[in-house]
């Protein structure tokens, strides 16, 4: 059974309008992220969270939210939907935030596709 | 900035073929990188394949190895003979360690496909 679960898997939008992307993992971690994948770029991080506190966030636009109502989840909100924001959006999570060594564990992913 | 380049893909070996699948990385503001590959099957998300923190040593996992290698900053993935449970995406990545962020950063993504 997957132990970080995303929804939904697609999800096709207009330009302009508002989605909201759902991650929650039951493996106990306390560190989750965000990362888009557009085509043939690399897989980018976007955003940490560590107990529920944002730790980096890597993305330009303030048009990327994420929101965090427990510890196992973290949603990501985007407003103002444009062409350019499809991608495949993976969360993540690991034990802690501390250290570069700490294994990353990925959820699915949604494929987004704004028209 | 800190990158990674990787084989671009796909790739396409029939099975019990070798494989070697390219990456080498910038680490301009790591002092310490550490090295992944991550490995994404189809219709599941990422997961660690295998990693090295320490320049100059080997990590393997599966039949796949990969060598730390500072002095032309590479982390190629081998394998000597593929099978087709092998066909994926395969990300090589860099991680900073010590870091109080744990941000990794990833490659393109090599998709393989392995032929019967």
């Known amino acids: 059974d997957p132990k970080i679960i995303q929804k939904p898997k697609y999800l096709v939008a207009v330009t302009g309008s508002e989605k909201i992307l759902i991650c929650e993992q039951y493996?106990?971690?306390?560190?989750m992220y965000w990362y888009r994948q557009s085509a043939k770029k690399p897989l980018e991080f976007m955003f940490s969270y560590s107990y529920q506190k944002l730790m980096d966030n890597q993305t330009a636009s303030s048009r990327f939210q994420p929101q965090s109502s427990k510890k196992n989840h973290l949603d990501l909100q985007i407003t103002a939907l444009k062409p350019d924001d499809s991608a495949t959006y993976f969360c993540?999570?690991?034990?802690?935030?501390?250290?570069?060594?700490?294994?990353?564990?990925f959820g699915a992913g949604t494929r987004l596709s704004v028209l | 900035g800190d990158s990674v380049t990787q084989t671009e893909g796909p790739v396409t070996v029939s099975e019990s073929e070798s494989l070697i699948i390219n990456c080498t990385y910038s680490a301009t503001s790591i002092a310490y990188p550490n090295l992944f590959w991550y490995v994404r099957y189809p219709g599941e998300g990422l997961q660690l394949l295998l990693k090295v923190i320490t320049a100059g040593q080997k990590g393997s996992s599966r039949g796949f190895e990969a060598t730390y290698n500072k002095e032309t900053t590479s982390f190629h993935l081998q394998k000597a003979s593929v099978q087709e449970s092998d066909s994926a995406v395969y990300y090589c990545?860099?991680?900073?360690?010590?870091?109080?962020?744990?941000?990794?950063?990833f490659g393109t993504g090599t998709r393989l496909q392995v032929l019967p």
């Open positions: 493996l106990g971690h306390n560190a």
């Open positions: 993540a999570s690991s034990q802690d935030s501390l250290g570069g060594e700490n294994t990353l564990y």
């Open positions: 990545a860099l991680g900073d360690l010590p870091s109080n962020t744990n941000k990794v950063v």
